[in-house]
């Protein structure tokens, strides 16, 4: 089991920034690949980002937008919001996968009003 914590949502107006963590314990996380997802009310959980080793992806919406970092050493993964808009509300959640298994944090809410 990888425990995961997400902190760092909350309120914002349009086009502001939130910075999302996501915290874990272990001597492994260097291990695991780290993603991001989001799901807003009523539609299904999306990918928004990933970080293996030192190689990010991003999902088209938020390219540009969003940066994608981890920090080893404190078994942390960050997601810097930028420009946020109302489209991007949703429930937050991160998620560790190692040898094809999937490990969820709690998720944390971000809400972008207009």
């Known amino acids: 089991q990888v425990p995961l914590v997400e902190s760092g949502g909350g309120l914002v107006q349009a086009g502001g920034s939130l910075r999302l963590s996501c915290a874990t314990s272990?001597?492994?996380?260097?291990?695991?690949?780290m993603k991001w997802f989001r799901q807003a009310p009523g539609k299904e959980r999306e990918f928004v980002a990933a970080?293996?080793?030192?190689?990010?992806t991003y999902a088209g919406s938020v390219k540009g937008r969003f940066t994608i970092s981890r920090d080893n050493a404190k078994n942390t993964m960050y997601l810097q919001m930028n420009s946020l808009t109302p489209e991007d509300t949703a429930v937050y959640y991160c998620?560790?996968?190692?040898?094809?298994?999937?490990?969820w944090g709690q998720g944390t809410q971000v809400t972008v009003s207009s």
């Open positions: 272990g001597r492994t996380f260097s291990t695991y690949a």
């Open positions: 998620a560790a996968d190692l040898a094809g298994t999937r490990w």
């Open positions: 970080i293996n080793w030192n190689e990010s």
